[in-house]
């Protein structure tokens, strides 16, 4: 007897554990490592959606079962929210979904969406759980490379014909995790319209869609015309609200896919915590300034990092969005080589880009997830101690 799947057997090792071991190492050897590697924000979840949760909790009838697709409450503030933010018309019945982290709903997608030996288009870099979501569900995934020169936007012309034949289902990510690219509302109607040419369901996941700087705005792809034909749009509290540890996220959009969803799912979940639920809703819906504030903490650490890795020689632009820098490795290095050398001279831990896929590579990516000290004092170490 083998105690694991096939399927498993396709499902590589957990990428960031060599570097893990790595850290674990290091700081028990007594060096102070600045861990830039994860994209979970320092800051803390804002007072008054956390009143709203201990409120909540303290009424039994919150802390029985949830419904299954989502406390109607939860429900409505989601399209309450696309209506104040993009005038976007959503049932709150059927176009909308909660989910226990917008990563449950990405990965339950590809299994209530294709059939062994179909294929899944993914962006490369991307999100990881994008690739292992296609080969859980027993089907393939074709990598789309983006490139600076692009936008990193993927070019659908590039996809083989014999891979669209078998394509059912499309992940996009803007703005972009690793690589902090937007996109613009032509990019999100040419996406729509190949789409429903190719009969492939787009899967938007908008996690940092609330975290943007200096007034821009990052679009939703439900505004391209015919979108809910073809797209649905995953969104979480995660980012926006520093709520990375609560679970609660939602997927609104095309209706068929969303009630396959929801029958995947009240097969194997039972939903979002009620009161969970009901802190969503009052973030949502209240005052938006916690946003705006924690925004500007983002944009001046950005700056900062910005501005050390230019006066070490690498050249980045600034993010319009995302909490992200996405750079190049310095001439002569691979992203691995990198990320090792930034680690042992100046114990600053870094992602290779080759982590997203094989188009990152040459690129790695800092998350400006700590708090404002410790980020000083790694661009402090980077500016003196990295040696390209
Ligand atoms: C953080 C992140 C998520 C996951 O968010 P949760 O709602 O906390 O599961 C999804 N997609 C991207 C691109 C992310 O960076």
Redesign the pocket.
Known sequence: MRYQSARMDRIPPYMFAELGKKKAAMIKSGIDVIDLGI?DPDLPTPEHIVEKLVEEARKPENLRYPNFSGHPEFRRAVAEFYRREYAIDLDPETEVLA?I????G?AHLAPAMIDPGEYVLVPDPC?P?YRMAALLAGGMYHDMPMVKENGFLPDFKEIPEEVLEKARLMFL?YP??PTAAVADGDFFQKAVDFAKDKGILIAH?S??NKVAFRGFKPPSILEANGAKEVAVE?G????TYCM?GW???YVVGNREAIRALSVFKSNTDTGVFTPIQLAGAHALLSDQACVDKYNDIYFARMKGMVGALREIGIEVDQPKATFFIWAPVPAGFTSAGFVEAVLEQAGVIVTPGSAFGPSGEGYFRISLSVPNERLDEAIGRIKKKIKI
């Open positions: 994209g989910l982290g917008s990563k449950e990405l999100y759980p990510n972009g995790n996941d996690a940092y995953f979480t509290l995660s980012k990375t679970r609660i996220g």
